[in-house]
């Protein structure tokens, strides 16, 4: 089985936030594979379902913690330990203000780069998880990150937002079979990013 995790707070004040890219992501592949329906667990919302693959099919399960962003380690473990899985059986699905909006980056391993979600996970399951980072640009001013990332995705965000999202279900096999390179080549080729530059952009009212 692999996990697919994404990052996020819960309840409606914050479902269409920047930082609840993750969660955002899971529900358009819930849909687009017709998972089992959301059920509580783990501290979590999580679904199962099947992937096919090149290799064959694959369980995978959806999980969105409701711990809170910097706390969602904390749930994870406990699925993982559940089903006995290991880091390198989950990919964890996250905003990245270091990536320009719309630009989609495959990691495993490293450090949390300031991202407390990732520091939680880091701490309950080790560092060698994958992340599938999706670019949201930067503000362009440290003291104006956490106003940015808890502000809803703009209209112009949605333009490439929902292409990503969707790219990254077509090429979702790829990352389920291990091929990371292959997958983050497909959503780019699927969903290319925007031309111009995040932080003007951002400055200028999003």
């Not at 996990?3 to 309840?11: A, F, K, R, V």
């Not at 990732?118 to 399951?125: G, Q, T, V």
């Not at 080790?126 to 003291?143: A, C, L, Q, T």
């Not at 949605?158 to 292959?182: C, Y």
Request: no cysteine; charged share 25%.
């Amino acid at each position: 089985m692999l996990i697919l995790s994404g990052q996020g707070n819960p309840g409606e004040k914050y479902a269409k936030n920047r930082h609840n890219a993750g969660f955002l992501v899971l529900d358009f592949i819930h849909r687009e594979y017709g998972f089992q329906p959301w059920r509580s667990k783990f501290e979590s919302e999580i679904a199962e379902g099947v992937i096919n693959t090149a290799n064959g099919r694959k369980k995978v399960l959806l999980v969105k913690p409701q711990t809170y962003y910097n706390e969602t380690g904390r749930a994870l473990s406990k699925a993982a330990q559940f089903y006995k899985l290991s880091a390198e059986d989950i990919v964890v699905l996250h905003d990245e203000i270091d990536l320009a909006p719309g630009r989609l980056r495959m990691k495993q391993g490293g450090g949390h780069s300031g991202n407390n979600g990732i520091r939680s996970m880091i701490a309950h399951l080790g560092e060698n998880f994958r992340r599938v980072r999706i670019g949201v640009g930067h503000p362009g001013d440290k003291s104006k990150v956490m106003p940015y990332v808890l502000a809803d995705f703009s209209k112009a965000d949605i333009e490439w937002f929902e292409p990503m999202a969707k790219a990254i279900a077509s090429a979702l096999p790829f990352l389920v079979e291990g091929n990371d390179e292959r997958f983050q080549t497909e959503v780019m080729r699927l969903a290319p990013a925007p031309k111009h530059d995040p932080k003007k952009t951002a400055r200028s009212g999003n």
